[in-house]
């Protein structure tokens, strides 16, 4: 990139529709995604392994149809836990976790996880938007913001009419929270999926 | 699995994906740059069953090939251009595709080439208007369609 922002300003689906020719605008998306999608499939699951395998098929699943997302102006969070819905169910249907994204694009998968159950599946939706309502209003706006619409800290801050800053803080505290409301315990700053390079500018 | 080691986990997940996405990429790269230096020394002598397999086409063909391969473009007028990227060709229609749906992007249609299924194109616009098309492995990579479809008789003839 020597044009334009840098890639962890820009939209998800600006990140998804660059990735067509880029692997490092995809990541930016998996990083912005990935500890908050993990932490809601090891609270549906309560597997640790599984919730991660899960979600590493969720992800590559995602890199092999990126073409397909369609930009509603909401982000990839509803896209991404669409697939992972659909990646429980079928797992759920095999009695195995899926593993056909990750061997298309060439990802190992763990030999030994248990036998997906029904009840990971039930409640799905209403879960996920449970664990969002039950964040305070400010930490929310920004959540939903920042990672569901995907926009970038400075529109979010002036939509906010807060400071960039005070946006970064209130979306760390937010993630923060909703790990916690999933299940997850606070993980360090460099795992979020607040990009840590964004904290730096 | 502790907070940690989950996180560490994921960090690596990361890496792993994003070097299969780097694989992938470079992959279709090369596959590109293979086909268009053996487009420009065979171009001449290549019967169409064989462009078909290298993807080699000019605009004109490609836009003709979208009401060959699908009903809805037929009387729609498309004219095509090359982008830059050297494997997507945006064809733009004179009139709106039929028969009329609520949404057309994202939509998926063949391109038939020589009454042969030659690659695909994705629509972009909700109207309809505006669509970028692909030809042969490119379609696939796009997921368009199978394979085992490139070359196949089309499966629907065009009405324009």
Known sequence: MTNGPPFNELSDAELLRRSRRSSAAFRVVYDRHAAPLNAFLNRRTGDPAAAFELTAETFAAAWLSRDRFVDRGEGAAPWLFGIARNVLASSIRDASVQRDSRSRVGLAAAANVGAPRDEWLVGFDEDLAAALAGLPGPQREVIEMRVLDGRPYAEVAQGLAITPGAARVRAHRGLASLRASLGAAPAPAASTPVNPKETTR | ?160
């Open chain 2, 1 to 160: 699995m502790t907070t940690n080691e989950s996180s560490r986990d994921l960090a690596r997940l990361g890496d792993d994906l994003e070097a299969a996405a780097e694989r992938s990429l470079s992959s279709a790269r090369r596959r590109r740059t293979g086909r268009v230096g053996i487009g420009v020394v065979v171009l001449t002598v290549l019967a169409a069953g064989t462009a078909v397999a290298t993807g080699v086409f000019t605009p004109r063909q490609v836009a003709a090939g979208l009401p060959a391969g699908a009903f809805i473009f037929g009387g729609t007028h498309p004219t095509c251009a090359l982008a830059s990227d050297g494997v997507t060709y945006h064809c733009t229609l004179a009139t709106a595709p039929a028969p009329e749906i609520s949404d057309f992007q994202g939509s998926k249609q063949l391109i038939a080439i020589d009454q042969k299924i030659a690659g695909g194109c994705i629509g972009q616009d909700h109207a309809g208007m505006t669509w970028d098309c692909y030809i042969g492995e490119e379609a696939v990579r796009m997921e368009i369609l199978t394979e085992d479809l490139l070359g196949q008789p089309e499966l629907e003839p065009g009405r324009g």
